[in-house]
């Protein structure tokens, strides 16, 4: 059975936070699913994990989970919209941060006939001054409906490196093109793979590159459809796909999985978030289709 069947079929059902968001206990996970009138959709407590998307006049996904995907405590889901902070890469242990292998909490829930609207918070325990010895106060808004707006807030005395590490569905990555992303780019492997076209990119093999001069929209252009992706308060946008080989390799990917999947994340990597404990900084990404 296909993962996002399994969580929406799931009896393990905790309680009722509205009319459209329940609340249920996927293996070790806390889960809120939303079933909307203008979409579907369901975030982790851990993590503060969105971890899929799809409007309801959508035949797939928008924001895509790996039927492969791990739900087990303090470990990282991989699909959905992960959230690296406070820091992006393998610089310290866990890598890309602890924000997403720790519990947040739920705050805030509002729905109406445009959408559902989700508030959760997390702030310094013991569990994370084992990772990061400092105080801090993190908020993700979650705002899903017929488009997708995620925010991430924080507050703190110390600068944070993040990314929003969206992984949206495609049909063929084959037959994918990103636009919008910028000449300017720093490649993360050895393998030389330069783009056809300034500013835009197409698939042959592994990347694994952070645009450093993007626009504020990227388009991921697909068969059937153009994924608009709307960066605000960013600095840069990091695109990924395993291929063929590092696919094998992962044990919460299928074979075939780089397929049908791409990341496009929102970043703030060298530009990093010069945080105050007076207010909170904010970034984030709204989604959006077009035919």
Known sequence: MPIIQAIQNCRNHIKTISQHINQIQFDEHALCVIDHPLCQAAISLQGA??????????ASP????????LFKRGKAIRGGIPVCWPWF???????????RIVDWQLKYVHEDDQGVELLLSLHQTDET?????????????????????VELSCQGDFSATSALHSYFGVSDIHQVTIEGLGADYIDKLSTVNPPKNVGSMTFDQEVDRIYTQPEPISYIKDRHRSIKIQHFTYSDVVVWNPWVEKAKAMSDLADNS???????ETCRIHHPIMLT????????????VEK
């Not at 105080?135 to 899903?144: I, N, P, V």
């Not at 404990?277 to 959006?288: C, D, H, L, W």
């Open 89 to 99: 890469g393998n610089t310290l242990s866990p890598a890309h941060g602890f924000a």
């Open 129 to 149: 001054l084992q990772y990061w010895p400092h105080e801090f106060g993190l908020e993700m808004r979650f705002q899903l409906g017929k488009t997708c707006k």
């Open 62 to 69: 928008v924001v895509w989970l790996s039927d492969n995907a």
């Open 277 to 288: 404990p007076q207010q909170f900084a904010r970034y984030g990404v709204e989604i959006s």
């Open 49 to 58: 994990h969105l971890l899929y998307w799809q409007p309801t006049d959508e």
């Open 258 to 264: 780089y397929q049908h999947f791409v990341c496009v």
